[in-house]
């Protein structure tokens, strides 16, 4: 039920449009007819005066030469002469008394029809003053201004509802194609693959807003498939931790001298640290999507690069060479780096065989951190899918070493966050070499 009060409005494009066209015409037509029939009828009402004026100085001219008796003759105009007192000495035939106005310009009625009238005085043969008066029809001026007012009043409607009909049908064809792709889009449904809408032949900008549609449907398919595939992978890293302690727990109850409570305590501890890290990336990369990174600010690279290097040598887990860590600052969330450094850094020790090399160094207008492994490198056919989410390029990759497969994701999409860019290549040491490249702030 519509709120009291409030005034409807059109919902459809077509008729907003057809509705401000029209208004916008008959505003413009209404103030257009009103100024024309306002300089009309100025004109006209000038060219009336102009003709009693000159009437005016031809009557005056033979009243000063014959007498007010001159002015007896005329016909179809008004001619008085008027003497001391208001009294007419002398009028035409159709100036019957009383006296005229003698002010200039005045407007009198007789006979239903309207006079203007100009006066001027006039010297008399016998040295005597008076004022002649002398008045035009404005009969012929108001039939015009009525005639065109007429034309107006009815030629104004007519044009703004023919032009009102032509916008709508106008519209009405410019908005089929738009039409034609939302019910196109309507009919898109998750499950939905391939389908994309029809792309006019015409260029305009319905061509180029189909274009984007199907860009659009581009994205959200991938997006799509990639969340699938996400929700999949997650469902089968989530369930082999929990099936492993099932059997480990099923097998201790049934046989519980086949599997004593410190070997049981070690696969259930490092399940759950499967699990956790799992949970935890999965967590990170739910933040980097919907929230990005949080606070910017001046952030030390090579503070960070320094203590992932100090942690690593106290885990005793492989040699870490951090001698070309070196000054570089950046604008960004000190976490997410930290994170960022971390999981290249734990990459390269799971997969290294003895060595890492840590190294920071500003490089044309840009802080890189490289992390070097003397491991098995990465194929280069395998260079970028090494980043997706849940994947293991070989067995040497493998959930025994600790890897979630969920490292390289949240580095990249970290570094993507930063407004960076990272790269795997092969190094020096013979591996792997993770070049990230961050822009230098703070």
């Keep these: 039920m519509p709120e009291r009060g409030r005034v409807h409005r059109p919902q459809s494009l077509r008729a907003r449009t057809t509705l401000a066209a029209v208004l916008v015409v008959l505003g413009a037509l209404v103030i257009g007819s009103v100024a024309f029939v306002t300089v009309l009828r100025l004109v006209l009402v000038d060219g009336v005066r102009a003709g009693a004026e000159s009437g005016l100085e031809q009557a005056a001219a033979r009243v000063e030469a014959d007498g007010a008796s001159a002015v007896d003759g005329y016909d179809e105009v008004l001619v008085q002469v008027v003497g001391d007192g208001g009294r007419v000495l002398a009028h035409g035939d159709d100036a019957d008394p009383p006296a005229l106005p003698t002010a200039d310009e005045s407007r009198v009625t007789l006979d239903g029809e309207r006079w203007l009238l100009v006066a001027d005085d006039v010297d008399l043969p016998g040295g005597s003053e008076a004022t002649i008066v002398y008045g035009a029809s404005l009969d012929a001026a108001d039939t015009a201004t009525t005639a065109v007012v007429t034309l107006l009043a009815i030629g104004v409607p007519l044009l703004v509802t023919l032009m009102g009909i032509g916008t709508w049908i106008v519209v009405g064809r410019s908005l089929r194609p738009v039409e034609r792709i939302r019910r196109e889009v309507a009919t898109v449904r998750a499950a939905s693959h391939g389908v994309r809408v029809a792309v006019p032949e015409t260029g305009d900008e319905v061509a180029r807003l189909a274009d984007t549609m199907n860009d659009m449907l581009d994205r959200l398919e991938r997006a799509a498939v990639a969340q699938r595939r996400f929700v999949a992978d997650a469902s089968h890293e989530l369930r082999s931790p ?37 949970v935890d990336g999965l967590l990170e990369l739910s933040r980097l999507d919907e929230r990005g990174i949080g606070e910017r600010r001046a952030v030390d690279l090579d503070d960070l690069a320094l203590a992932e290097v100090s942690r690593t040598r106290g885990a005793g887990v492989c040699t870490v060479d951090g001698s070309g860590i070196s000054a570089a600052r950046v604008l960004g969330d000190d976490r997410v780096l930290s994170r960022v450094v971390r999981n290249l850094v734990d990459n390269a020790c799971r997969h290294a065989r003895e060595r890492i090399a840590v190294a920071v160094r500003e490089v044309g207008g840009a802080a890189e951190l490289t992390v070097d492994d003397d491991g098995s490198g990465v194929p280069e056919s395998e260079r970028e899918r090494v980043f997706d989410r849940f994947v293991r390029l070989d067995e040497s990759r493998s959930r025994d070493a600790g890897g979630s497969g969920l490292g390289l994701a949240i580095v990249r999409d970290a570094v993507r966050a930063h407004g960076g860019s990272v790269e795997v290549v092969t190094s020096p040491l013979g591996g792997a070499r993770f070049v990230v490249r961050l822009p230098l702030g703070g």
């Design 242 to 278: 929990i099936a492993s302690v099932r059997q480990h727990a099923s097998v201790a109850r049934a046989h519980p001298d086949r599997i004593d409570v410190d070997e049981l305590t070690e696969v259930v501890l490092a399940e759950n640290d499967r699990l956790a890290g799992l």
